[in-house]
């Protein structure tokens, strides 16, 4: 038989878990954009952004199967092996990634396909 002091621990040791899926459940249904900041090329590279705008072209590259997408002026990177949505130029959209800077130049990598919002 469990002593009154393990009861105590088993049932701290219960809450805590519970709270840390609470809090995990509700990042996650928080999405991206709580913790986004709006694209600013002064920001340092590894800071998640959001960047909305129009489709002014879309380019695979040279190797690796990637595909880039200037988006207003922004290029934005996708790796191969992201599935992203349909994606035509003059089509609208929103897009979630980590800022770098590759050959000098700014760019916004996404992380997965749905970092992707058509409209």
């Not at 899926?21 to 509700?26: E, G, M, Q, T, W």
């Not at 199967?65 to 996708?78: A, E, M, N, Y």
């Not at 949505?85 to 990634?97: H, K, S």
Request: net charge negative; hydrophobic share 45%.
């Amino acid at each position: 038989m469990a002593t009154p002091a393990e009861k105590k621990a088993g049932i701290l040791i219960v809450v805590s878990l519970l709270v840390i899926l609470v809090f995990h459940l509700a990042i996650q249904g928080a999405g991206p954009a709580f913790f986004s900041h709006p694209y600013d090329p002064a920001l340092p590279d590894g800071k998640l952004v959001v960047c909305s705008g129009t489709i002014d072209d879309i380019r695979a590259t040279w190797s690796g199967g990637h595909t880039i997408i200037i988006l207003s002026d922004v290029k934005v990177f996708i790796p191969g092996g992201i599935d992203p949505p349909p994606l035509r130029i003059g089509d609208q959209i929103t897009v979630y990634g980590l800022l770098s800077t590759y050959d000098g130049e700014r760019e916004i990598i996404i992380q997965k396909g749905s970092d992707l919002i058509p409209g």
